[in-house]
């Protein structure tokens, strides 16, 4: 067994409260590889070095700094782009710097279709971002036949939209679930039936869930119940039941008990993306938009077409391209297994209109999310996304729709549109 590693308390001491001394043990021993150094990925990268991983591979091949990063990529500057020096390159001196423990380095090596992927067998967890599908497909697969399976995060962000997906395996142990205290109830009866129904002293909210696992203490009567394990189905707010309790060992309830949640393991299998391309698993995030989600599944694979098809992004703006990429959003739909019965054309005409683009407050919460996802992978704490993730900041078109066109073209310092900022700010 390795030896354990020391924790900083005076650099971690929050994070070692909420997670715990196991959590972070495991993150002092893990290494990650993140492909993608655009402004999003800056968040990512930022996230995970302040987390405290043991290691951080930055890799964006062949990739040279542009004005239009400058929007969101914070850490880099003009000279940068006047030098064409590589994103990963920059940033990696700069990301060290932010946390002494963590180990940062950036690869060199082609990360292509043809490319020798094997060196990926050297991390917990792989992070792409903003990568062809075509090649999230190829390493996915990868990650998922390894013998311990690596743990596979995909996201990207365009305009005013992004997206995320986890597959952390067939099986991913959450060692807890939710990072809360175990729940305690006292008891006010326990009925003898084919489902034994505990009710709660005084109508108190017992707070569990269908699935969770209890045991008892101070049961007077139903003695038999008292330091066993039973596994709970949620009849109301204020009564769940432990299962059959008719047998003869289960005596009379008479008085007093205590029923106490036990944390157990879970464990949670993940489907591969070939499967979720057709079958999303997608989390609601704002229940105003419950039905954008499915048309921003479509229009992001709809973009990996065109920019399969075109070798480029949308042009900014663009109606003729607009048109395309709601027409190969329309075709994608008649392949999947539950197909819209109408697009969202407006949203979808968006979507194209800001590809190229990155908002740097969407950034900034997708980057959020995505690298507590890839601590969430590699330390087992708390529930992981269940698969999908799709965020849309939209609204803020409403915002600028006396915005002249040309406004949202690329400049040389910054391309977000001349007033966007001043408007958020007003």
Known sequence: ????????????????????????????????????????????????????????????????????????????????????????????????????????????????????????????????????????????YFCRNQTEQIKFIAASLHGMFGSAFCDFGDAFIVSDINGEEAKEVFVADITKAQRGVVTCLENTMHRLETGDVITFREVSGMDFVNGKQFEVTVESPYAFSIGDTRGPQYETYLTGGIATQIKLPRRISFESLESQLRTPSILPTDLQKMETAADLHLGFLALAK??????????????????????????????????????????????????????????????????????????????PLMQWLYLDSSEITTLLKDEEPSSYMPRSVVFTGSHVFTVLAD
């Open 306 to 383: 065109f920019r399969e098809q075109f070798e480029r992004m949308p042009n900014i703006r663009c109606a003729n391209d607009a048109a395309k990429v709601i027409h190969l959003a329309g075709i994608l739909n008649l392949t999947m297994k539950e197909p819209l019965a109408e697009l969202n054309t407006a949203l979808l005409q968006q979507l194209s209109f800001s590809a190229q683009g990155s908002f740097p407050p969407l950034a900034c919460a997708l980057g959020g999310v995505v690298a507590q996802e890839g601590l969430k992978a590699v330390t087992g704490k708390f529930s």
């Open 1 to 140: 067994m390795s030896a354990e590693i020391e924790i900083d308390d005076a650099l971690y001491s929050r994070q070692r409260y909420v997670l715990g001394d196991g959590a972070m043990q495991k993150m002092a021993r893990s290494s990650v590889l993140l492909v993608g150094m655009d402004g999003l990925g800056i968040e990512i990268a930022k996230n995970i070095v302040l987390a405290g991983v043991k290691r951080l591979s930055i890799q964006d091949w062949n990739v040279a700094a542009s004005y239009i990063d400058l929007s969101s990529q914070f850490f880099l500057t003009s000279e940068d782009v006047r030098s064409n020096r590589n994103r990963a390159e920059v940033v990696r001196p700069k990301l060290a710097d932010l946390n002494p423990y963590v180990t940062v380095d950036f690869l060199t090596a082609p990360f292509t279709l043809e490319s020798d992927i094997g060196y990926l067998k050297d991390y917990q967890c792989v992070i792409l971002v903003d990568a062809d599908i075509t090649l999230q497909l190829r390493v996915n």
